[in-house]
């Protein structure tokens, strides 16, 4: 019986060798090629990341996360490309079309396609980072985030997809006050701030990694004698709301640290969230699911 046993393993294995299977197995995923994604480059790749503007943090941590995930070994060519987008909401949309498998994305827009689009977490990993995004609201001296409750307020975003028009869309329904204001887009850069100074628009709001010692528009914002960054003090902003799926609170208000003086430290009240990578299942084999996710699993804390 053993021997029978021996010789029946022997022809199983000479089979299977004979049919190429051996290598793969018989699960669902085993034998599946990887997916491929095109890049803007027009180049296939395992992975396609999509992140924000260039000049931000998500892209640098698109740019580590792709040469973090490395070469395919027979071709010696990258797995994956990291591409500038608009921010948060358009990454949403690259994904939702089948153009990014791998997104950069604000929590608190998260928090509220849950309640909005159920259907775009089906066959997606959410990994939230460690890392905080600070909303921020830059005004001239002397103004208080009560003045943004007027239909005459001016208030820049960014651009329309960004991190900082989802936030503000976000804080407008959690204060209803606020949706009085009109909506300016554009980039928030040095010109912006120059034009918040001379009074074209009344306010900025900026969602970003608040760090000052390498902030550069942080720091332009101390020289600058007109304008400064103004507490968010309202209530309203870390109350509860619920977007269909049950009440959560969006934001926690934090002392954020915008100089570090010789003597003291000055800080103000912003709106905090985090970072998540979304990660869509459904445009990857097993493989590629077990290899991203391994990679930022393991390098979480040095993306940014």
């Not at 180049?43 to 640098?60: F, H, L, N, P």
């Not at 890392?131 to 002397?142: A, F, P």
Request: proline residues 1%; glycine residues 8%; charged residues 30%.
């Amino acid at each position: 019986m053993k021997r029978k046993t021996i010789l029946s393993s022997l022809l199983a294995l000479s089979l299977l060798s004979t049919l190429n299977l051996s290598a793969g197995g018989f699960g669902t995923n085993e034998n599946k090629k990887p997916q491929l994604l095109k890049g803007s480059d027009g180049k296939a790749y395992q992975y396609v990341i999509c992140t924000a503007q260039k000049d931000g943090s998500y892209y640098q941590a698109g740019k580590r996360l792709k040469n973090l995930l490395g070469k395919d070994f027979k071709t010696d060519k990258p797995l994956a490309s990291a591409e500038t987008t608009d921010g948060s909401r358009q990454n949403y949309e690259l994904m939702n079309n089948g153009v990014c498998n791998v997104i950069f994305i604000q929590e608190d827009y998260l928090a509220f396609l849950e309640g909005k689009d159920k259907t775009f977490f089906d066959e997606k990993s959410v990994v939230t980072l460690e890392r905080t995004e600070n909303v921020q609201l830059i005004m001239k001296k002397g103004a208080s985030e009560d003045d943004l409750q007027s239909a005459d307020a001016k208030v820049l975003v960014g651009l329309l997809n960004s991190g900082g028009a989802v936030s503000w869309e976000l804080i407008r329904t959690l204060e209803k006050g606020y949706a009085k204001a009109k909506i300016v887009n554009g980039d928030i850069d040095i010109s912006a701030l120059s034009d918040l100074d001379r009074g074209k628009v009344d306010a900025i709001i900026r969602t970003s990694h608040l760090d000052p010692t390498h902030d550069m528009l942080a720091q332009n914002i101390a020289k600058m004698k007109g304008i400064e960054f103004i507490d968010f003090d309202d209530k309203e902003l870390n109350d509860k709301v619920n977007f269909g799926d049950g009440e959560k609170s969006i934001y926690r208000v934090v002392d954020s640290l915008i100089d570090k003086g010789v003597v003291f430290n000055t800080t103000v009240k912003t709106l905090e969230t985090h970072v998540a990578i979304v990660i869509d299942k459904e445009k990857m084999n097993k493989e590629q699911k077990n290899r991203i996710l391994k990679v930022i699993t393991q390098n979480s804390n040095s993306l940014f």
